[in-house]
């Protein structure tokens, strides 16, 4: 429960995941629903501009279907595949609840979309146990490459059974030949979802409009059978005092229907219903909450209601008389009334509009009416206060998306917005742009952010987390960073993080071990992330302190985090594995070893925008754990590896002693051929770390609680491993490789 409360915060759902309602007076279409419900094919399409009524009829079929359904109404944001996914797992999770370990891995996880996750998708599905119908409507919004490939997806790992029904105002840009072939599609278009006279003569009898046959077949001809055409005909007709005559002059283009709608309906509601109209055109989603807001007024649920029992115009997302949307035409008369009444209650609107969403978790209705009201300040404060958690979330998609409306110059004029391209470039891993984007943001002096963030402190973190200029730069900037911030932020415990790593490994583990200290307790549970990171590092000092049990606690709670919070795909926390698999080596966990060693290297190849210290520092602890492996042919790719990284880094502390010292180790000629075969067992490594000591076996047998025999076998099998024949040349030998400590 506690991830899906975590996605739902992330990921808001309270209209996505809803089916419109149908209402009183809808035109049944029976054939319709019937043929898209009994049909053979897998993925149904109803394709049709708008007015024709798509919505209407899925919401139809699904009335009548025996079956769970889910309803996914997409929006601009689905073009992010990692929020589109995420909003398929809630829908396929309120069909078949899923487990939390496979919800995790389709909504939270950040793993690669095309190799990893677009796979567990097909493989949900495939074993779902009952028949479902998966609704997309508004499928016309996707355009991004990787969300239409999720689609497919969907559309070729359907199961037996179930369908897929695709809703919006053009066919998806993919190729549906095969599933045509095969009559894996149905198609419902323009043709089919047009009006007949007898459907339109129902609608205008539920209108209680009465006219000839001859002017229905003028009518039907007129609007080509458009549903939306002919209901707002039906309105209008019902206020002319010659419904007949109306009826022959009623042209069906958009133009002439909302001027008919601005001319003749409009002035049909009394002035409280229009005002309210005109001003709640604003918004592309209304509720009496909302609207009371934005309008500053306490009365908006009864005009709702009013408007809801005239059946006109208003359009319910929900089954609840919540939610409702205005009809696109008349919205867009409505709006340009508005506009023509007085511009300035439009911004002033749009302003109280942006507010409210971002009060209430829609950053995206946030920033849609902070542009609306050409707002671009707001705007930037908008992006800053949540681009870097969307980011470290791997929402890199919508912070693109919110950043690409703006030119270069809007972006290094404001402040916000230019730190919000540099942590952008940062996860991208666009090193040179982070320089730049900092340094644009540094013009603005000593000013505060509009989350309270020291400007100057901004900057300075991310300078240090770039760390180009070296680890004795980076640590001051951390430190300074720290120092200026405010005592609540949430970039405190990055900055202490970076400045204990940084110490580590300029040799100063006292310093070192107080900061990443204080930046674990910093970090709690609000920072997960962060703590992993300050754990590590703690575990690496108590590693190279030879406090090895120390280490392994501290990595065994970094990993317990790792999968609470489900960051185990991330790329940032590959030297949470490498220390794993270092400190399991150790230990003589060969296979957890080998896994995280496996799964840690996946990690290192899709590391990037960080410091080249913190890459080549996560190498070299993978290469002393592939030593204590016996895969010294790893080994050596990662001293290659390491010597790239630091060859052109400034100041790299102690790390290229390190890399001399495993490079020295992966000599061939001093790793023994029966450890490279075998690794020592945990048992042979309890013993070897007493071999330094002076007890006997006898007494190393009552410290470990076995018998002498049991020490002595253990003993000579790590002398064996080793290739050497007696306790002292042991130890030596096992110094040399990195398994004791000097």
Known sequence: MELLERVLRFVP????????????GVVPRPKLSAQLQESDATVGLVVAPPGYGKTTLVSEMTTAAERPFAWLTITEEDNDPSAFLAYVALALDSVEPLDARTFSALAVSQADLASIRLPRLGNVLAHTSLPFLLVLDDVHLVHDPRSIELIEVL???????????????????????????????LRIGVEELAMSEDEAG???????????????????????????????????????????????????DDRVVA???HDEALRAFPDRLRDFMIRSSVLDRLSARVCDAVLERADSAQRLDELEASNLFLVPLDRRGEW????????????????????????????????????????????????????IDRMAALIWCNGPGYLSRGRTATVTRWLAPFTPDEVAARPPLALAAAWWALTAGDTESIGHWASLAEHGGDAILPDGTPLRSAVLLL????????????????ALAF?????????????????????????EPRLARERLEDGSRLAGVLHPATHVHCLTQLALLDIEEGALSEGASRVDRALQLVDRYALGERPGMTLAYAVAALSHAREGRTADARAATKHGLWLLEKLTGVGPALTADAALSFARATLLLGDVNTTRMLVRE????????????????????????????????????????????????????????EAIAEELIVSRNTVKTQAIAAYRKLGVSSRAEAVEQARDLGLLDN
């Open 642 to 697: 390491s010597h790239r990284l630091l060859a052109r880094y400034p100041d790299a502390g102690v790390l290229p002693a390190r890399l001399r010292e495993v490079e020295r180790m992966t000599d061939a000629s001093t790793v023994p051929v029966g450890l490279a075969a075998t690794p020592l067992t945990p048992a042979e490594m309890r013993v070897l770390r007493y071999l330094p000591t002076h007890l006997s076996f």
């Open 324 to 375: 409702y949307r205005y009809h696109h035409l008349f919205r867009d008369m409505l709006q340009g009334e508005l506009h023509r009444l007085d511009p300035t209650i439009e911004t002033a609107l749009n302003t109280r509009a942006s507010t409210w969403w971002e009060e209430h978790g829609d950053i995206d209705g946030a920033l849609h009416h902070a542009r609306a009201a050409d707002d």
């Open 259 to 261: 001027d008919y709608l």
């Open 155 to 185: 559309a070729d790992d359907m199961p037996p059974g179930s369908h897929l029904v695709l809703a919006g105002r053009s066919d998806p840009p993919f190729s549906f030949s095969r599933m045509r072939a095969n009559g894996g599609l």
């Open 483 to 507: 120092e200026l911030d405010r005592p609540d932020s949430a970039f405190r415990p990055i900055a202490r993080f970076v400045e204990g790593g940084a110490l580590r490994l300029l040799g």
């Open 13 to 24: 759902s309270d209209i996505k995941l809803r089916r419109p309602g149908l209402r009183p």
């Open 202 to 252: 129902v609608l205008l009898e539920q209108a209680e409009v009465q006219v000839d046959r001859p002017a229905l077949e003028s009518l039907v001809l007129r609007t080509e059978g458009w549903p939306a055409g002919l209901y707002l005909a039906a309105i209008a007709l019902r206020e002319s005092p010659d419904p007949t005559a109306s009826a022959e002059r009623f042209a069906g």
């Open 463 to 478: 300078r240090s987390l770039a760390g180009g200029e070296g680890l004795t730069d980076a640590r001051e900037d951390a």
